[in-house]
């Protein structure tokens, strides 16, 4: 078994028979961050009891993470809210802010948030005085590497909550090749009612889309593929133009490989649907395909060397060569100093 | 200095069980459990009747009670904030 | 993975996967008298793998893994892969048990009702617990309580009682040496032996009780006894619960319940006879 009795649980849940590896689901689903998905989706299909309590407990979990997701959220909206700065929810939380379909189950970890980089520091400031701290000193390596390269500030964490925020200018770091349109993603951003705001439809699958393929190692990959399947089913059924809307997009912000790819991934493992023209398959989809798949019956990571080399491009991705030399011979002279 | 106005989560959002002096208080919102002493219990009760800033808020105090904190009535709406239990309106 | 073990302990099932033979035969040495869960399945998945692929054979060290997992666990010897397997049953309960609410409290019951004993590590609790289970009473659990929250009942979860340094000669003047796991030296808690709970205790592992005491015991020069405050005891029991914060209204009532209708004590006691005499006069004036 792979991950793939998963995907198939997710994508049919009323086609896995008696005979299921149930703990071998639970496992996988576990190690994928989709348990709470899991146990929605299969909320009234006939389990062995042990799994209904599993998925009972699952679900609870979720709903304590939309609690302190929407919680996180709202301090920081208190935090910011004199700031006169547009706030706009990201990734899971905004699903849960905007009761979106890709919320149901959905684990939530940081508090991720985008605003114009022109306010970072005004930002930066007003949550360290409503009692958020930097996780390292302010003037260490690793801080200057996240203001010059990254499209984010380091992560702070909040003193008594003990709950991280990501604050983002932009959604790709600035070292990656595609130039995404920030300002275009918080002009184009809609207000929710309580003053922050969510990506429009088309954006935040082209956010998804980068964060799966255009950044990262594809960990935790089955999961950002589900959120853009539930995301794009939603948005097509409610828009005719979607599609069209979502080409736009992805062009204007540098994506539109990633975007494709994206779909394409969902349509072949959560039968998303979607129109001719977007599915013709790559060659190099089927690597992508087989690094998402990676997990066994008992959770653990499978197929080590595919795995190295997304680890790999993951790196190349956000760093030219040269910049990518210096940054791990500079971690390594620093890790060789006393002290 | 009367400050900002200040505003508690409507009641249905809170749960209080009093505890030999202490009141423990579950908070819906946040699914935060806090444990708070006095004058607290009583701050949140008196900001319940709608938003207040300090001056009105120390007005509702000494109506309903015997209340001598008022030198530090910016102290605790400050912890109160800090914990999400009130918020500036 | 290679080897695997279930087991079913008190209303949880777990799979334990290992890629070493020995530590799942030691595990299966000290749970031979448990039952296998009944549908074949399990609430939770323990890993015992190697931290490096080559450090299966070359000086083998064991990570701790499995469906819940802590990124910065330091890997044991293979020689201490029984304690790795037990660590990790807990780890899989701190972290991913829901259904109940965890204590950090050792359970005993008699005559139908539950005695809690909590507080910091080191106190005793697990000695005081082992000890009372073999003087009349039923060992529910040592290390968790399972606070059930619709019924406000303790639940067992009877695991191998894990003894640390002087514990161990203690209990091995109690019990017979068929009750023992080996003798592991050198753990990052220093010696360890881990005892099987008694066949009263294993078979009643499916029956709750409700709490009829709170015990807060510590080690003390002077017998001693003080009442304990209601707002304190909330505080401490929280503070000593894995879980609470995840559990939201539901963790709150219960723990809530539970402080207000649950008299408590905390004792200082110089030795164990001391702190078990205590126990069983206060036991002797809740039942009248």
Redesign the interface.
Same mark, same amino acid.
């Given at each position: 078994m792979n991950g793939g009795l998963l995907v198939r649980a997710l994508r049919d849940p009323a086609s896995l028979g008696p005979d299921t590896d149930w703990s071998g689901l639970v496992s996988a689903a576990r190690a994928e961050q989709l348990a709470g998905t899991l146990a929605m989706r299969m909320a009234g299909c006939d389990v062995p009891p042990r799994v209904a309590a599993i998925f009972a407990s699952a679900r609870r979990d979720a709903a304590y993470a939309r609690t302190q997701a929407l919680w996180e959220a709202e301090m920081a909206r208190r935090a910011l809210a004199d700031l006169d700065v547009p706030v706009v929810l990201l990734k899971g939380t905004a699903f849960y802010a905007a009761d979106l379909d890709a919320c149901a189950g959905r684990s939530v970890g940081d508090l991720d948030i985008l605003v114009p980089r022109a306010d970072i520091e005004r930002v930066e400031q007003a949550l360290l005085a409503a009692g958020w701290e930097r996780l390292k000193p302010a003037d260490g390596y690793d801080d200057q590497y996240y203001r010059q390269w990254m499209h984010e500030i380091a992560p702070l964490i909040h003193r008594t909550r003990d709950r991280m925020i990501d604050v983002h200018h932009t959604i790709l770091p600035l070292t990656a090749r595609p130039t995404p349109d920030a300002e275009s993603l918080i002009a184009d951003s809609v207000e929710l009612e309580s003053g922050l705001r969510i990506l429009a439809p088309a954006d935040i699958i082209v956010h998804a889309a980068a964060h799966l393929i255009a950044d990262g190692d594809l960990a935790g990959g089955l999961r950002n593929l589900w959120d853009i399947d539930r995301l794009l089913r939603q948005f097509a059924a409610a828009d005719p133009a979607f599609w069209t809307t979502l080409e736009e997009r992805a062009v204007r912000h540098q994506l539109r490989g990633a975007v494709r790819r994206a779909v394409r991934l969902s349509h072949q493992l959560y039968a998303t649907p979607v129109p001719d023209g977007w599915r013709a398959w790559r060659p190099a989809d089927a690597l992508f395909r087989a690094r998402l798949l990676a997990r066994n019956a008992w959770g653990q990571e499978r197929r080590k060397l595919l795995r190295f080399a997304f680890y790999v491009r993951s790196h190349w991705l956000r760093m030219p060569p040269l910049m990518l030399a210096r940054h791990l011979w500079t971690k390594a002279r620093r890790g060789r100093q006393p002290g | 200095m009367a400050g900002p106005t200040y505003i508690a989560d409507d009641l249905y959002e809170l =749960?209080t =069980?009093p505890?030999? *002096?202490?009141s423990?208080v579950?908070h @819906?919102?946040? *699914? /935060?459990?806090h444990?708070v002493a006095p004058p607290a219990p009583e701050i949140l009760e008196a900001l319940m009747e709608g938003p207040a800033d300090a001056t009105e808020l120390l007005r509702r105090l000494h109506a309903r009670y015997e209340f001598d904190g008022d030198e530090v009535i910016h102290v605790r709406l400050g912890e109160l904030e @800090? /914990?999400?239990l009130v !918020? !500036?309106a | 993975m290679r080897h695997r073990l279930d087991i079913q302990i008190g209303p949880v099932a777990f799979r334990i996967g290992s890629a070493w033979k020995a530590p799942l035969d030691a595990l299966g040495r000290l749970y031979a008298a448990y039952p296998k869960p009944a549908d074949g399945l399990a609430d939770f998945t323990v890993r015992l793998e190697p931290e490096k692929p080559w450090r299966r054979w070359l000086r083998p060290s064991v990570a701790i893994k499995g469906d819940y997992i802590l990124p910065d666990a330091a890997p044991l010897a293979l020689a201490h892969g029984l304690l790795a397997a037990e660590m990790g049953m807990n780890l899989q309960m701190a972290l991913g048990q829901k259904n109940y609410l965890l204590l950090h409290a050792a359970t005993v019951e008699k005559d139908g009702r539950v005695l809690i004993m909590t507080g910091e590590s080191g106190a005793g609790k697990s000695t005081l617990a082992a000890l009372l289970g073999e003087r009349g009473w039923r060992l529910m659990g040592d290390e968790f309580g399972l606070l059930d929250m619709d019924t406000g009942a303790l639940m067992p979860f009877p695991r191998a009682v894990s003894l640390k340094n002087g514990a161990i000669r203690v209990m091995e003047a109690e019990v017979g040496a068929d009750r023992f796991g080996p003798r592991l030296e050198d753990t990052p808690k220093g010696a360890i032996r881990h005892m099987r709970p008694n066949d009263r205790a294993i078979a009643g592992m499916g029956q709750g009780g409700m709490p009829s005491l709170l015990l807060f015991p510590r080690f003390g020069p002077a017998e001693a006894v003080r009442g304990v405050g209601k707002a304190e005891i909330f505080m401490r029991l929280t503070q000593a619960s894995t879980n609470y914060v995840s559990l939201g209204r539901r963790g709150f009532d219960a723990l809530a319940r539970l402080v207000e209708t649950v008299p408590a004590l905390a004792i200082d006691y110089p030795d164990t006879d001391t702190a078990v005499g205590l126990v069983e006069a206060f036991w002797r004036e809740r039942a009248a």
């Open positions: - | =749960v =069980v505890l030999d *002096g202490l423990l579950y @819906e919102p946040s *699914g /935060a459990t444990i @800090e /914990a999400g !918020r !500036r | -």
